[in-house]
């Protein structure tokens, strides 16, 4: 927040900086955190990190978490196109009235694709590493990416419906 808080609620700010945050090298004085809209790292001078033994912690965000949240914007990105289309498509049958042989071509082919970025761009796990882990999913958690997806399959499989019943 630039000039003053948008949270006016000093409890609620706490929670959402607290959820916003992976202390996992607080002693070191680092902390990562992610939000819809940044991924930071705040610590020490990259002199003082090498002292403690802890410079792998800026090599980590330059290489494996820079391309995580590069992921993770990916995965946004596909939510919103297959939202959109699917309001599209909708859009379209309903102004029809009923469905032919071309629309239902479209939904699957739609589907097949949703399907296809399902299984080689939604990973729910990407690394064995415990705070790549935790990183991943403090990345995705503001976006409610699993929930988002759910939504997405759930409108293509009524979509589907819909089109096979009229």
Do not use: C
Request: a neutral charge; zero cysteines.
């Amino acid at each position: 927040d630039v000039n003053w808080p948008t949270v006016q609620n000093v409890p609620m700010r706490k929670r959402l900086v607290e959820e916003a945050t992976n202390a996992r090298w607080l002693e070191w004085n680092t902390l990562y955190g992610s939000s819809r809209y940044s991924f930071v790292l705040l610590t020490n001078s990259l002199d003082s990190l090498r002292a403690d033994n802890g410079a792998f912690v800026v090599q980590h965000m330059h290489t494996m978490y820079h391309l995580m949240s590069r992921l993770v914007l990916l995965q946004l990105g596909g939510t919103v196109k297959f939202s959109q289309e699917i309001a599209q498509l909708s859009k379209t049958f309903s102004a029809q009235g009923s469905t032919d042989e071309q629309s239902i071509k479209e939904i699957n082919e739609a589907y097949r694709q949703f399907i296809r970025f399902w299984n080689k761009i939604y990973f729910r796990n990407i690394t064995p590493q415990d705070q790549g882990i935790e990183l991943y999913e403090l990345m995705r958690k503001p976006h409610r990416l699993d929930v988002e997806m759910e939504k997405i399959r759930s409108e293509f499989n009524e979509l589907h419906q819909y089109a096979m019943l009229a």
